[in-house]
């Protein structure tokens, strides 16, 4: 298998190896000879596509043709533009209401099988249970600074302990409003993470986020926390010796937590692709959106983020909502993001698709989303969330992240993920202070190749002509493990990334 097709209304296919020029396709009734060298996970067309039509692959429209496309041709940034996130066309690139011949129309994967599973799925996993109620997959102990003003403190603790998650960042201080709020939650989310067995807040003493009410709110919801301030214990030193005592306290406290068998519904699943290419929508992601159905069959729950890419594909996640509601906020969601664009005038090309996203061959933000909704699978979306809120329903959910990576899984992870799924393409290292970050391969050379980082190779659908729904159970048994307690590569290599989403001025 040198070309994939996606659709059978598609008028592009996908280069599953370097083909040659001159190299004959026949695929899906069409017969083309190529007039260019095609990189592997790159596109050429199957068809004479003529200038200004529409470019289409999944059975939607990715883009258009800026000149002639002859059939055999390669498809990519030189020849297609997108029709979204164009904030330096004059209409924006939108396709008029009802002007969309896909609209409502569902992606299609031509590698979908409805395979049968191997075996019944197990029903429960050993985790952590808290006070509240939820269950933990780590046993963290958690020294936060809650200004950046204590970083250097926070961080010389976690070098003379370093048993403990020492999480130090640039927030905290300067911020007002909604801003303010966002960052306390998030940090407060952390702090009571299920994944977090203790805590212990590390603060300056004249900052706008207010350490003292944090600490007695955790301690008020039976958290097991503990709180410094620099300015009260008498300077830096002071604080850091008596920051390792309490430290070595919360450790001694932790250890007397004991896995126990609890049910899979309990089980939050944050999924989300980082350094993505052109088999991103083919494999790994498809193959998650398996794992995400089985999880969500389970009793457990889903978050589908990064709304930037969701752009060109959102009526297909509103199609799914489980009320119009929640329909309108996701349309709304999207149109946000792209408003932006139009503020600023510019082509969102210059970020989405990353250069990256471009080598590995998406050429514009609608291919890039139609490949990443595959995340979510099948399921009906239940809510949408604002950024690093709990679900209030299981299920599939859609929070409204960013499609920076690191601000992403934080704000998941803030919502209550405490396993984070993460497809990539060109090997992107994102990991997480507090929960495991699951990193799923697209491609099997890139797999070899980055060994060390990654843990699932997806490539085996397009290299070993592995079904989806067989990846997606591995995908899913991998989630349980992890889970459980198997380290991710991210663990093992201290990749502990940590940016909350900024939404106000820093004054």
């Not at 989300?272 to 088999?279: N, V």
């Not at 457990?300 to 489980?322: D, N, Q, Y």
């Not at 601000?407 to 993460?422: C, D, I, L, N, Y």
Request: with cysteine.
């Amino acid at each position: 298998m040198n070309a994939l097709l996606m659709h059978p209304g598609d008028n592009v296919a996908l280069a599953t190896t370097d083909l040659p020029v001159g190299q004959v396709v026949e695929l899906g009734g069409h017969r083309v000879t190529l007039r260019q060298p095609i990189p592997a996970g790159h596109k050429f067309a199957l068809q004479p596509i003529r200038a200004c039509d529409r470019v289409v692959k999944y059975g939607q429209p990715i883009g258009r043709a800026t000149q002639d496309i002859p059939a055999g041709a390669h498809v990519h940034v030189h020849n297609v533009e997108s029709l979204r996130g164009r904030g330096d066309l004059v209409d924006g690139g939108r396709v008029a209401p009802g002007g969309n011949p896909f609209s409502g129309a569902d992606v299609t994967n031509l590698l979908t099988q409805a395979d049968p599973l191997p075996e019944p799925l197990p029903t429960t996993f050993m985790g952590y249970r808290r006070q509240d109620g939820r269950v933990g997959v780590r046993n963290h102990v958690l020294v936060l600074a809650t200004v950046q003003c204590a970083n250097a403190v926070v961080d010389r603790i976690g070098q003379a302990l370093p048993e403990v998650v020492a999480l130090s960042h640039a927030w905290g201080c300067s911020q007002i409003g909604a801003d303010l709020e966002q960052t306390r939650r998030v940090l407060e989310e952390f702090a009571g993470h299920p994944n977090v067995g203790a805590v212990l807040l590390i603060g300056l003493g004249c900052e706008t986020m207010p350490t003292q009410e944090m600490g007695e709110k955790l301690a008020a919801g039976g958290v097991l926390c503990r709180r410094l301030t620099i300015q009260e214990e008498g300077g830096n030193r002071a604080t850091l010796a008596r920051g390792q005592a309490l430290a070595l306290e919360l450790l001694q406290e932790v250890a007397h937590a004991r896995r126990e068998p609890v049910s899979l519904s309990e089980l939050v699943l944050g999924v989300e692709c980082g350094g993505s290419d052109a088999f991103s929508g083919v494999t790994a992601n498809p193959a998650t959106g398996v794992a995400s159905d089985l999880l969500v069959a389970a009793g457990g729950t889903v978050i589908l983020s990064e709304v930037p890419e969701f752009i060109g594909a959102e009526h297909l996640l509103a199609a799914r909502a489980a009320g119009p509601e929640i329909a309108r906020q996701i349309v709304e969601a999207v149109a946000r993001a792209e408003g932006a664009a139009t503020r600023m005038g510019v082509d969102l090309r210059g970020a989405q698709p990353t250069p990256g996203n471009i080598a590995g061959g998406l050429t514009t933000i609608e291919e890039k989303s139609l490949g990443a909704i595959e995340k979510g699978g099948n399921s009906l979306i239940r809510e949408y969330l604002p950024y690093a809120c709990r679900p209030a329903r299981r299920g599939l959910v859609v929070m409204d992240t960013p499609g920076n990576d690191p601000e992403s899984v934080t704000g998941m992870v803030a919502g209550g993920a405490q396993v984070v799924v993460f497809t990539t393409g060109r090997g992107s290292p994102t990991g997480c202070p507090i929960a495991p970050v699951l990193k799923v391969a697209t491609n099997s050379p890139m797999f070899r190749r980055l060994r060390d980082d990654m843990d699932v190779d997806a490539g085996t659908v397009i290299e070993a002509g592995e079904s989806l729904a067989s990846a997606g159970r591995r995908i899913f048994d991998e989630v349980r493990a992890v889970a459980e307690g198997k380290q991710t590569a991210a663990e093992a290599w201290g990749h502990k990334e940590f940016a909350i989403n900024v939404i106000g001025p820093r004054l």
